[in-house]
Every structure is written in C-alpha cells, then in structure tokens.
T-cell receptor
Framework: EAGVTQFPSHSVIEKGQTVTLRCDPI?????LYWYRRVMGKEIKFLLH????????ESGMPNNRFLAERTGGTYSTLKVQPAELEDSGVYFC???????????FGPGTRLTVT | AQSVTQPDIHITVSEGASLELRCNYS??????LFWYVQSPGQGLQLLLK??????LVQGIKGFEAEFKRSQSSFNLRKPSVHWSDAAEYFC????????????FGTGTRLKVLA
C-alpha cells in the first residue's frame, strides 16, 4: 500500500508569488489533513477534509490560503500571495476513520524569499 | 487550552544507553495519544498510540510508552538506543470525537553518540 505522497518536496518562491502544494492520500482514506511547521515551532493543524468537504478549517491562518479536494481524492493547498512568514514545512496526513490514526506524508518545505 | 509539552528540546545519549522522552499534555478529557518520529529527510512515522486499555503501550523499533492519567503524561522509553534512533520525536494528542485534529509538542531532537 502506497503511503501519503506530497509534491513538490521543496519549493522556493519569492514574496508575492503563488505556490500550490499537492497531497495524495492513502487510497481509501476519506479523511485528509493539512498541518504546517514553522521553523522551531510545533506542528500546527490547518484543516481537515472528509471526502471533498471541509470538516474543520479553524487552523487556516488567513484568506491567502486556499485548500481544495475536488472529487475527494487528492488535495491542493494554494498560497497566494506568499509572504515571508509562510515559510515552513507543510505536512499532509490521511486516515481511514475520523478518529483513527493519521498517516503523514514526507512534507513540502516551502521557502519564501 | 489544549496543549502538549515536550520539555526537552535536545537530548544526547550514548549508543546502548536507555532513553526516556517526556511528554505532558493539557486536555479536557483523556485524549488519544501518539508518538511520531521524523528521521532526516523522512516524513512523520507513527511509533505507537494509546486509545484506551493497558496504559503501557508497545510500539515499533523497540519503543514503549506509558500513559499516566494522574500526571497527564505519556513518556516514551527505549531500553537500549541504537545509532539509527537519532531523529526528532513528536508527542501528539487527538480527540476521540468532535474535532479530530492533532495537537503536537515542539519535538525533541535525539542525538546518539557512538
């Protein structure tokens, strides 16, 4: 069984540009989560999808962040326009059950210069 | 407010020595508890989890953790550390209902001396 995959592994963009991160969950996992780790800080929750619906988006920092999960399969997280403080590692996770253990991807390291 | 504290940012141990990584949480009820490990260049890998039942939980790679309700702790232990255990370790709590997001500690970076 393939694990959670994320693309790209690393992205370097300039302030004001747009970046789109992609996450492919484990097949059959209806639940998909996005988290972010800013350097030196804890990993923080961004949002939770159940299939294509946003179950909880309480962690989204502001309206420059847009997450989608069309068709309930893969998800994208777009940052537009990117700011310096958006730099960090963005993790995606998936789970079969809402309360079940979450399986994490390798993360996308975003650097905004 | 819900929170997880990992008081040790860095820990250094010699190979073959025992290890204990501390984790304390603040939560309204008994949460689900997890330990994850992130090796260099890798994603987060689940070491072990506690949902209910026996408070001593066995995980992969020879790790175990003990849930102590009275101390709100879920410390991770390993009797003999291997050089390949050098990594960053994260404690996390999750809710059994309602919001299912995990709350993470800041992580403990483990260095193993040969």
């Amino acid at each position: 069984e393939a694990g959670v995959t994320q693309f790209p592994s690393h992205s370097v963009i300039e302030k004001g540009q747009t970046v789109t991160l992609r996450c492919d969950p484990i097949s059959g996992h209806d639940n998909l989560y996005w988290y972010r780790r800013v350097m030196g800080k804890e990993i923080k929750f961004l949002l939770h999808f159940v299939k294509e619906s946003k179950q909880d988006e309480s962690g989204m920092p502001n309206n420059r962040f847009l997450a989608e999960r069309t068709g309930g399969t893969y998800s994208t997280l777009k940052v537009q326009p990117a700011e310096l403080e958006d730099s960090g590692v963005y993790f995606c996770a998936s789970s079969r059950l809402s309360w079940g253990e979450q399986y994490f991807g390798p993360g996308t390291r975003l650097t905004v210069t | 407010a819900q929170s997880v504290t990992q008081p040790d940012i860095h820990i250094t141990v010699s190979e073959g020595a025992s290890l204990e990584l501390r984790c304390n949480y603040s939560y309204g009820a008994t949460p689900y508890l997890f330990w994850y490990v992130q090796s260099p260049g890798q994603g987060l890998q689940l070491l072990l989890k506690y949902f209910s039942g026996d408070t001593l939980v066995q995980g992969i790679k020879g790790f175990e953790a003990e849930f102590k309700r009275s101390q709100s702790s879920f410390n991770l232990r390993k009797p003999s550390v291997h050089w390949s255990d050098a990594a960053e370790y994260f404690c996390a709590v999750g809710a059994p209902s309602g919001t299912y997001k995990y709350i993470f500690g800041t992580g403990t970076r483990l260095k193993v001396l040969a």
